[in-house]
């Protein structure tokens, strides 16, 4: 695995404005494009960096994205400090959701957020405290095996 | 024909170089080079865009002359559905139908009653579970060949049905062929289009191997002459060439096709811009609970198409009138279930990834990394003045060893400016000293 990253990335995610969540996974999807990368892992790519962003937005009062492109791989890592997820394996559930009531009325906030994100990357690490915000890192291999 | 034969060209002398249609085209397909724009045959979809923004009528659609007819013994007429919105109240369906024949052609078959089989087609289809959702309507080409460039994802939510014009055009000949015992290749089947795409399908189809279109005629071409034969026949009267009901007709504009459905979970988007903005929505699985997307390249639909005569929203109201003039059609009568799967399309679709920079990925990051760097010292104006749609597509170019940093008139004037600097640096030696 090479540790040098050819291409790297910053975003802004801001807090609560859902018309610009998903301006950084549709960015890095165009990265992906003019790469070459396989359609299919341009999609998990982008649907699990979407649903970081969005829990950001949501959640976490705005933070950042940093996207790593290496040889073989993409490594996403969006934070933020916000108020942190007190019981992480809870979150992890499907169905599971904090967010309030208006939120799930724009069709945000189902509680499939980071069960979709683990589900659709290669290796996925959350990290949250109370108080002290959520980092998450997400890879995904760029080269699928037999190609 | 050759693998990229496109019906949207440039006329290079009434091109003066501006930057209007580089601005406008939804694949970056256009660039301006020594003062002419040129167009990536291999990047564009045929939709218009640039048709309907030069200021110069620089761009053109090429479509087939009306001469062509005479190849053929018998000649049939396929008018597409937005036909109907080119005339106001005075013209009703029956006059429009007629003033076709007088136009010369034998026999007219409405394309408005092809799309209500492509309809039922459709609702059969939807009711499937095996079928990728939402479901996009493969009606439009031009926005076909949008998901064919840029969405290689959404290939296989595409309604791999036949469109309206082909079904129209199959049925046509074959019922000639059959009533009139004239064998297929003396009938000339052609379509009056609203727009190139059309003329692209069936040119270079990417859903058939040939097409059954003979040609195709511009809308704008015949409208004249139709009007001037329109006149001569009375308004009132019967036509039997009238084979449409209402849903069939109302195809021709924005959300025609979705009310043919009659289902709650479809969605009607227009505009070839708007309609990358939807399909950005269903790669990231943002948009729920729609089974059907209708998406057409033209603002109102085909209602708004480049080679139509009318405003688009003259055309919609003179449409709403047809569509209340025609009959409502029990579809619970047609029945398309058993033969529904001839009007499947034959071939897939590939995949046409336009937007790589290299066919090796390594290679690739490589100049998306140098691209990256070119693109941070760009001014970010996207001025559009180097002939390149914006300062990352300059950069692009670039790399892709098509422009010159130069190109770009701040870039020039930085270096311009860093030459005088540097003439100044020798001013010593070319000033003649001075003498007391």
Redesign the interface.
Known sequence: MSSLS??KKEYDIPANDFSRA?EA??NV???L?????N??I??RT??AM?EAELNVVIHGNGGKARVE?F?DRIEIFVYDEGPGIEDIELAMKEGYSTAPDFIREM?FGAGMGLSNIKKNSDRFVIESEPGKGTRVYITIY??EEGQ | MTEYFHSVTLEEEKCRGCTNCIKHCPTEAIRVRNGKATIIKERCIDCGECIRVCPYHAKKAVTDPISVMDEYEFKIALPAPSLYGQFGQEFSRERILRGLLELGFDWVFEVARAAEIVSDATRHILKSDNVKKPVISSACPAVVRLIQVKF??LINNILKIESPMEVAARIAKQTVAKEKNIPAEKIGVFFISPCAAKVTSVKAPYEKKESSVNGVFAMKDIHIKLLEKMKNIPRNGECELVSAGACGVGWAGSGGECRALESYKSMAVHGIHNVTDIF?EI????L?NVDFVEALSCTEGCLGGPLTVVNPFVAKTNLKWQVSMAKTMDFSEENTADYYQELLWTKDME?K?I?????N??K???K??KL?EINDGLPGLDCGACGSPSCRALA?DIVRGLAYETDCIFKLREKVSNLADQMKAFEHIYKPKQTD
């Open positions: 050819l291409i998903g996974s549709s999807r165009k990265l494009t003019q790469l070459g990368v359609p299919a341009i999609k982008s649907i979407y492109i040889e069709g760029l080269i | 290689p994802n950005e790669v990231e699985e943002k729920k995949y990834p937007m790589k920079l290299d066919d990925m390594m690739a990051m490589i998306m990394q990256e692009e």
